[in-house]
């Protein structure tokens, strides 16, 4: 019998990467919790086994038995951390349905429609699973494969990195600490397009990031539109193009060889992802919701500080 076993292992080993399945139950997790916000915006809560939910918890099943597979054929220990912190992760579906049960359904201009306690504890633990399986993906060698399937990894984790601090960033319907949350949003793109340099091999890794987050991040982009018609008090809106544009220009700037300090690199592509996002999108919003200079040179300035920290931190890191 255990000779059967361990055929049929081998077997199933050389046709199928689970790492692989891993990293695609990842994307289907992001694209879900992304599709997810869209559909709390746009539609409401009208049931648990709504159509983003599908994506989510499905992307999570592959995750979860990928990880187990991983832990018991490798026997490393990340995997097995991996495997029990994505457990956590169905235990938000009961703990959801109670806090529903007893605070009701959120509106959409409640803060809670992102960061109640249940869907804090997904976020969380999809993030530090998916950063988790980026470890692991360092110990590859097929460059091409790992080129690939590591943005698809981190622009994942992005995404979903942009959907929990999305309170936080100065255009959302929250904005909570204004124009000073630039640094958060800049302080994480950055982070992570460093991050994906070290983890990738050099041919353009932030930028290949950038465009698989890009492409997460469309799901949700007339979201903004809807929310604007529904609740009390809009916010300023403006083309999606407008933070495409920002989110390439900092992975360019990263990407580049002209920089050789990494804090400075930061420090510049977040001035200069910041000024097309904060001061050349002000010619497309609404004038009713214009800002100040000094709210605009706020962002741009916070961007930069942002950036740099991220730069920094993975400068001390390497």
Same mark, same amino acid.
């Given at each position: 019998?255990?000779?059967?076993?361990?055929?049929?292992?081998?077997?199933?080993?050389?046709?199928?990467?689970?790492?692989?399945?891993?990293?695609?139950?990842?994307?289907?997790?992001?694209?879900?919790?992304?599709?997810?916000?869209?559909?709390?915006?746009?539609?409401?809560?009208?049931?648990?086994?709504?159509?983003?939910?599908?994506?989510?918890?499905?992307?999570? @099943?592959?995750?979860?038995?990928?990880?187990?597979?991983?832990?018991?054929?490798?026997?490393?220990?990340?995997?097995?951390?991996?495997?029990?912190?994505?457990?956590?992760?169905?235990?938000?579906?009961?703990?959801?349905?109670?806090?529903?049960?007893?605070?009701?359904?959120?509106?959409?201009?409640?803060?809670?429609?992102?960061?109640?306690?249940?869907?804090?504890?997904?976020?969380?633990?999809?993030?530090?699973?998916?950063?988790?399986?980026?470890?692991?993906?360092?110990?590859?060698?097929?460059?091409?494969?790992?080129?690939?399937?590591?943005?698809?990894?981190?622009?994942?984790?992005?995404? &979903?990195?942009?959907?929990?601090?999305?309170?936080?960033?100065?255009?959302?319907?929250?904005?909570?600490?204004?124009?000073?949350?630039?640094?958060?949003?800049?302080?994480?793109?950055?982070?992570?397009?460093?991050?994906?340099?070290?983890?990738?091999?050099?041919?353009?890794?932030?930028?290949?990031?950038?465009?698989?987050?890009?492409?997460?991040?469309?799901?949700?982009?007339?979201?903004?539109?809807?929310?604007?018609?529904?609740?009390?008090?809009?916010?300023?809106?403006?083309?999606?193009?407008?933070?495409? @544009?920002?989110?390439?220009?900092?992975?360019?700037?990263?990407?580049?060889?002209?920089?050789?300090?990494?804090?400075?690199?930061?420090?510049?592509?977040?001035?200069?992802?910041?000024?097309?996002?904060?001061?050349?999108?002000?010619?497309?919003?609404?004038?009713?919701?214009?800002?100040?200079? &000094?709210?605009?040179?706020?962002?741009?300035?916070?961007?930069?500080?942002?950036?740099?920290?991220?730069?920094?931190?993975?400068?001390?890191?390497?």
């Amino acid at each position: 019998m255990d000779s059967v076993l361990k055929h049929l292992t081998a077997k199933v080993n050389k046709h199928i990467d689970f790492l692989h399945i891993a990293i695609i139950g990842a994307l289907l997790t992001s694209f879900g919790a992304s599709f997810d916000a869209w559909w709390h915006v746009s539609i409401g809560r009208d049931s648990f086994f709504v159509l983003p939910h599908l994506f989510i918890h499905g992307g999570v @099943l592959l995750m979860i038995v990928s990880s187990f597979w991983m832990w018991k054929r490798q026997r490393h220990v990340v995997w097995k951390k991996i495997f029990f912190v994505l457990l956590l992760i169905p235990l938000t579906l009961p703990f959801d349905e109670i806090w529903h049960y007893f605070r009701g359904k959120e509106s959409v201009d409640s803060i809670l429609i992102v960061w109640s306690p249940p869907h804090a504890m997904l976020f969380f633990s999809a993030i530090t699973a998916l950063f988790l399986i980026s470890r692991m993906l360092h110990r590859r060698e097929n460059m091409v494969a790992k080129e690939i399937f590591g943005a698809i990894l981190l622009a994942s984790l992005l995404n &979903l990195t942009f959907i929990i601090t999305a309170p936080l960033f100065p255009f959302s319907p929250f904005a909570v600490i204004g124009f000073y949350g630039a640094a958060v949003t800049a302080f994480i793109t950055s982070w992570v397009f460093f991050y994906s340099q070290r983890l990738l091999p050099h041919v353009a890794p932030a930028f290949l990031v950038a465009v698989f987050s890009i492409i997460l991040q469309s799901t949700i982009a007339d979201a903004g539109v809807v929310f604007g018609s529904r609740a009390t008090g809009s916010f300023p809106y403006f083309p999606s193009w407008v933070l495409i @544009l920002s989110e390439i220009a900092l992975a360019i700037v990263i990407d580049s060889r002209f920089i050789k300090n990494d804090t400075a690199k930061g420090f510049i592509g977040g001035i200069i992802s910041g000024l097309i996002i904060y001061v050349a999108s002000l010619q497309f919003i609404d004038p009713t919701f214009h800002y100040s200079a &000094l709210s605009a040179t706020t962002g741009v300035l916070f961007g930069g500080l942002g950036g740099a920290l991220g730069g920094l931190l993975q400068t001390k890191k390497t």
